[in-house]
């Protein structure tokens, strides 16, 4: 049975990526900010305070196991304002959730074992193309991108991959259904999504996301793969 950690399994995305796991048989353990009402190992931490998690990563007894696959999936939308608007606070603040934390959950798993063969970013289109109001969201995951490429480069023995899933109906999106498409107007993109049903369902997203992480190898590191 292998052994796969989860970050942000409360809710969404996270929740139905970490029930899929414990239906195709993985010993599943979770990192999240609130208590996950899934009957899975659930470490509570506030992905942002990067101390506290530091601390944890160090001495919590649930994450001494070796884990074959580490899924970074927990991340923070940020206020939608206009990019002038935001202030380095705030900006730093995603940057920790959405790269920050990555970072140090990576390294703490490159120096304490060799036996964790994939590391998995849930990245977003927004890594690659700005969004009028999405700031820090189109920074902080762009900025992981580039660190799970770096680190593919310099890490050969392991598997890195960010993994692009598409508009997902979360409660992410129920933020952005709100906006005022004539301040930000590239919302109007998944205000008609979600009208058409076009968002994809937290749980058909967390099936096509598993079903690729099974199947990538060692040529496929450093990849964005759009699912």
């Given amino acids: 049975m292998q052994n796969i950690l989860i970050t942000g399994i409360t809710k969404g995305l996270g929740f139905q990526l970490a029930q899929n796991s414990l239906q195709r048989g993985y010993n599943v353990t979770g990192i999240s900010r ?22 944890i990563l160090g001495n919590e007894p649930n994450l001494k196991k070796d884990f074959d ?38 390294d703490h798993f490159l120096k304490n074992t060799n036996l964790t063969k994939r590391f998995i970013f849930i990245s977003s289109g927004a ?15 762009s900025i992981s991108d580039s660190l799970i490429r770096v680190y593919a480069k310099e890490h050969i023995k392991h598997i890195f991959i960010s993994i692009s899933p598409g508009a997902i109906n979360t409660s ?56």
Wanted: with cysteine.
């Fill in 69 to 106: 696959t580490i899924i970074l999936n927990a991340g923070t939308l940020g206020d939608i304002k206009n990019a002038r608007e935001v202030s380095n606070q705030e900006l730093l603040q995603s940057l920790n959730v959405n790269f920050f934390a990555n970072k140090l959950i990576i």
């Fill in 127 to 141: 890594s690659t193309k700005g969004y009028t109001g999405w700031l820090s969201y189109c920074c902080s995951k």
């Fill in 34 to 55: 609130n208590k996950s009402s899934i009957n899975t190992s659930n470490i509570v931490c506030d992905l942002g305070d990067l101390k506290n998690l530091k601390y």
């Fill in 172 to 227: 992410m999106q129920k933020l952005i259904q709100t906006t005022d498409i004539n301040q930000f107007p590239d919302m109007k993109k998944f205000i008609e999504l979600n009208e058409t049903g076009g968002l994809r369902s937290p749980k058909e997203a967390s099936i096509k996301i598993i079903d690729h992480i099974e199947k990538v190898s060692y040529r496929d590191s450093g990849m964005f793969l759009k699912i």
